[in-house]
Nanobody
């Protein structure tokens, strides 16, 4: 079993930055893909970015350039640096790990508002 805990969400003004973290614990398969997804009120959950254990990344096209995904395999932790935040980035952000199984975190709220 794998346990994922997100942190770093909060309230930020438009144009501001936040850094999300996702700490993984448990039986983590060495080869895996971790990712960030988000779900805004009334909308479906959508991909933000993913990163493989070897460091390959993929982003939702509209977010590339403002968001940066990274990971520290030694710490089993993934990050999402979010810059130039917009009100439309407001959502619950979820961490996902796909390896031997498919696991999700509980989510962290990001609110972009003045």
């Amino acid at each position: 079993q794998v346990h994922l805990v997100e942190s770093g969400g909060g309230l930020v003004q438009p144009g501001g930055s936040l850094r999300l973290s996702c700490a993984a614990s448990g039986s983590i398969f060495r080869v895996n893909t971790m990712g960030w997804y988000r779900q805004a009120p009334g909308k479906q959950r959508e991909l933000v970015a993913v990163i493989t254990s070897s460091g390959l990344t993929n982003y939702a096209g509209s977010l590339k350039g403002r968001f940066t995904i990274s990971r520290d395999n030694a710490k089993n932790t993934m990050y999402l640096q979010m810059n130039s935040l917009k009100p439309e980035d407001t959502a619950v952000y979820y961490c996902r790990l796909q390896g031997a199984g498919d696991y999700w975190g509980q989510g962290t709220q990001v609110t972009v508002s003045s």
